[in-house]
């Protein structure tokens, strides 16, 4: 064989092996965090174009519509695309400890999964900010919880819990490794723990959440935001080690997993190859009403929803799915791509989303 018939084979294997930038809008995918907070009938037609089915979430947040607002925008969207829309409930924590809780809150989800409800959302108030009736602070490992997710585990509903906040929290601005975690926190010092040293640590959140994790291992449960883990992919793989019902998605984390590929691409990559099964991908993209006095999301709204969607789709793709560098404003540097192979991509951008959430095809 020649030595040029032999790069040719070469490259072509390389080619089989790996996906390219220009085969993002040919590859089926999957975004498993995202919040639509409007009716917006042209990120439906974005989503499309890109190859993109997507999970819109609700949040009991302060910052978002109502609950029942976002449930009827969710359930119009799906109506407008029940191919690629689907959306995942939540409960209120309001009358947390009063006798009835447990049943209420039951009814009210039974109700969102038969309107097409496919999870079941816990956020970061369950732990940093609900209390119950009496004024105690409410931990995911309440055992006043067990009620709603022995229901959930009875169901075969996945729960998403997002719970504490990346490590970045509990560090002054100036410790902080990437700018999208300092934006948000200089914009909502409610939730900057650095800020409010009284209040729980990171370390207690977490073993809450895993004193939780470990009491249901039946649950399936998605660690929301690479399980407030981002900051080591060791500890992560540990979790993952741990508690082998478990996933996490990748919303708004990308970017405190580009420190860590900066300082050790071989590492990364050889976390995402080995726990292949475990990852979805997601990007907390925040589709809402136009507001120039909002508060810094994660990622930033812009007045271009959709091209701010694309935009941030097709540069997680570029780290992802490709060798190729890009600059990352978050970091202030230049990350190159992780190259994953395809068949890691398949599974991190649509099978372990579709096996988890029980979706057919």
Not at 93 to 114: K, S, V, Y
Not at 278 to 289: A, E, F, K, V
Not at 341 to 359: C, E, M, Q, S
Request: hydrophobic share 45%.
């Amino acid at each position: 064989m020649s030595l040029l018939a032999a790069l040719l084979m070469a490259s072509a294997t390389t080619s089989a092996a790996h996906y390219t930038e220009a085969d993002f809008a040919r590859v089926a995918k999957f975004d498993s965090h995202f919040h639509a907070n409007v009716e917006d009938p042209r990120f439906l037609a974005l989503a499309k174009r890109d190859r993109f089915e997507v999970l819109s979430i609700n949040v009991d947040y302060p910052d978002f519509p109502a609950l029942a607002d976002q449930a009827r925008i969710a359930r119009a969207m799906r109506a407008a695309d029940p191919a690629d829309f689907r959306y995942a409930t939540t409960f209120s924590m309001a009358g947390f400890g009063t006798p009835g809780w447990t049943e209420r809150t039951i009814a009210q989800l039974d109700q969102a999964f038969a309107r097409g409800a496919i999870a079941v959302k816990v956020w970061k108030n369950i732990g940093m900010v609900a209390k119950d009736a009496s004024g105690k602070r409410v931990f995911l490992d309440d055992p006043r919880l067990d009620g709603v997710m022995a229901h959930l585990e009875q169901r075969h509903i996945p729960l998403i819990a997002h719970q504490a906040e990346p490590k970045n929290c509990w560090l002054p601005l100036d410790q902080m490794t990437t700018d999208n975690d300092r934006d948000y926190f200089k914009a909502h010092p409610e939730y900057y723990m650095y800020l409010h040293p009284e209040e729980p640590s990171y370390e207690a959140l977490m073993a809450a959440r895993d004193r939780f994790v470990a009491r249901h291992p039946k649950l399936a449960f998605d660690g929301a935001h690479m399980a407030s883990l981002e900051w080591s992919v060791d500890e992560l793989a540990r979790f993952f080690d741990r508690y082998p019902n478990t996933v996490v998605d990748l919303a708004a984390r990308l970017s405190n997993l580009q420190v860590q590929s900066n300082a050790d691409l071989a590492k990364v990559r050889a976390f995402f190859i080995k726990y292949q099964d475990r990852i979805l991908y997601g990007t907390d993209l925040t589709d809402s009403p136009p507001d120039p006095a909002a508060r810094a999301q994660n990622p930033p709204a812009t007045g271009d929803f959709p091209k701010e969607a694309d935009r941030v789709w097709r540069a997680d793709w570029r780290y992802l799915a490709t060798p190729l560098p890009q600059r990352v404003e978050a970091i202030r540097a230049d990350a190159k791509g992780l190259n994953l192979p395809r068949a890691v991509i398949d599974k991190i951008y649509w099978g372990n989303a579709r096996r988890f959430f029980h979706l057919a095809g």
